[in-house]
Nanobody, 119 residues
Framework: QVQLVESGGGLVQPGGSLRLSCAAS????????MGWYRQAPGKQRELVAT???????NYPDSVKGRFIISRDNAKNMVYLQMNSLKPEDTAVYYC?????????????WGQGTQVTVSS
């Protein structure tokens, strides 16, 4: 069982930066691929960034070059550094853990943290 708790959301002006954090419980954190997703009102949840257990990262074009995902396995933490924020980045941001333990697939979500980009 993995519990995920996001923090760091808030209100920021266009062009500003925010750093989201995701604290994960559980001793097997290091084996999970971690990700950040977001969901804006009236829209489907979409991928923002992923990082594998081997620290390989992936971003969609909409955030590539502006967002950076990182993880600290010693602290069971995942981070999302968001730079050059735009109003269209406004959404609830969710932390996700995904992986296999022996033959069972697990997928966990946090409760989300609101990010609002507005002047």
């Amino acid at each position: 069982q993995v519990q995920l708790v996001e923090s760091g959301g808030g209100l920021v002006q266009p062009g500003g930066s925010l750093r989201l954090s995701c604290a994960a419980s559980g001793s097997l954190f290091r084996i999970y691929a971690m990700g950040w997703y977001r969901q804006a009102p009236g829209k489907q949840r979409e991928l923002v960034a992923t990082i594998t257990s081997g620290h390989t990262t992936n971003y969609p074009d909409s955030v590539k070059g502006r967002f950076i995902i990182s993880r600290d396995n010693a602290k069971n933490m995942v981070y999302l550094q968001m730079n050059s924020l735009k109003p269209e980045d406004t959404a609830v941001y969710y932390c996700n853990a995904d992986g296999m333990v022996i033959t069972t697939h697990y997928n966990y979500w946090g409760q989300g943290t609101q990010v609002t980009v507005s002047s």
